[in-house]
């Protein structure tokens, strides 16, 4: 190949990659600018190594992580919400969502299983809020939306109604401040709006959790409670049709107004996420205007 040749080819290659590295790129800005993703995400057991004893998960808690990252890489979200971090810092999180994208981040807890938080936006925390909590939630603002991100109790009795309790008294904070909220996390409960979904074999693994039952079915008294604060089940709203089986207990919920911005919600239960965690990742996409 002749050195004009190669210019004139360099040249070309140029004119042509150049206009579609900057269409590609607006495109980008102009889709993470005109929508809001968020994602929540229980990554069992802070990635430690072990078997698990109901699911296939990979025993080596690095590679979890490693598939965890990858696939939140992929993901382009805005804001994503963790629960069952183990050793981790805000500057350690901060740090590795850096991987897909991030450069703010929150932990309610350094020591013990936490909840963390890690955004493309500044994060303005009202609370971090454990008392009387097994976990616990923070209580924050991203991108001018009020986030309450929580984990509850594992047990089904009088410990989580408590729980419950605490996170509606900041719904209600929110909703009297005139302020939209998401609620979302791992509720360790079913909700009401599933009772067609959830067959026997949920029923038994139910029961292998020791939580009660009430005539034969899930006792949904804490995802009623949140229900009938006026939030809305996003899942809910973009159910595939043909669904025959579900069992859900991690969650967003979205007050009104987000809720009618809302474009796209997923429960992620694709088999290759049995490998990653005992929790599938819940995902919810709103339209900014």
Known sequence: MTGDYKAGFTFLNLRILIPLFFLILSNYSSNAGERFKIITYNVWDGYRDGKHPRFPCFESGQKRKEGIYKWLKTQNADVVVFQELIGYSADKLKEE?????HHYAVILKDKGMSIGISSRYPVKVYERFTEGMHHGLIYCSI????????????????????????????????????????LLG?????SPEDDLFIDQETIRNYQYWNWKLNNGRPDYRVIKALLDMGLKDLHVMFRPKGIKRE?????????????????KATHFNGKKFLKLSDHFPVEAVFKKN
């Open 97 to 101: 969502s850096g991987f897909w994208g």
């Open 143 to 182: 991108d001018g939306i009020d986030i309450i991100a929580t984990h509850l109790w594992p047990r089904f009795d009088e410990k989580i109604l408590d729980e419950v309790s605490l996170v509606k008294n900041r719904v209600s904070e929110s909703y009297q401040q005139g302020r939209q909220v998401i």
């Open 186 to 190: 791992d509720f360790n409960a079913f």
């Open 247 to 263: 069992e859900r207990y991690d969650f967003i919920f979205a007050s009104q107004f987000l809720a009618d911005k809302c474009i």
